[in-house]
């Protein structure tokens, strides 16, 4: 069983940078994908940055604004929001994939808001 807590986020103003924190209660290298999405009112949850393997995917609509990285000493994902528009207002869950012999485990992390002020 995997725990991921999130911190961070909160309230900004267009233009402005947040960032978000997912603590994983085991090391990441035993995590085979790690990733954000978000889920704003009324709306469908949605990839924001999906990392597998070495590689990292980002939503068209947040390309060149969020930077998915990882700490590895402290176990922790981290999500840099940069220039964060009115539309990038939702709760933010880390998410992450563990494949254990034919089995993939999913897991998330408790959410986090994010409002961002025009």
């Known amino acids: 069983q995997v725990q991921l807590v999130q911190s961070g986020g909160g309230l900004v103003q267009a233009g402005g940078s947040l960032g978000l924190s997912c603590a994983a209660s085991?090391?990441?290298?035993?995590?085979?994908?790690m990733g954000w999405y978000r889920q704003a009112p009324g709306k469908e949850r949605q990839l924001v940055a999906l990392?597998?393997?070495?590689?990292?995917t980002y939503a068209e609509s947040v390309k060149g604004r969020f930077t998915m990285s990882a700490d590895n000493a402290k176990n922790t994902m981290i999500l840099q929001m940069n220039n964060l528009k009115p539309e990038d207002t939702a709760v933010y869950y880390c998410?992450?994939?563990?494949?254990?012999?034919?089995?993939?485990?999913?897991?998330w992390g408790q959410g986090t808001q994010v409002t961002v002020s025009s």
């Open positions: 085991v090391r990441i290298s035993r995590l085979n994908h």
């Open positions: 990392s597998l393997g070495e590689d990292i």
């Open positions: 998410y992450a994939v563990q494949i254990t012999g034919p089995r993939n485990y999913e897991y």
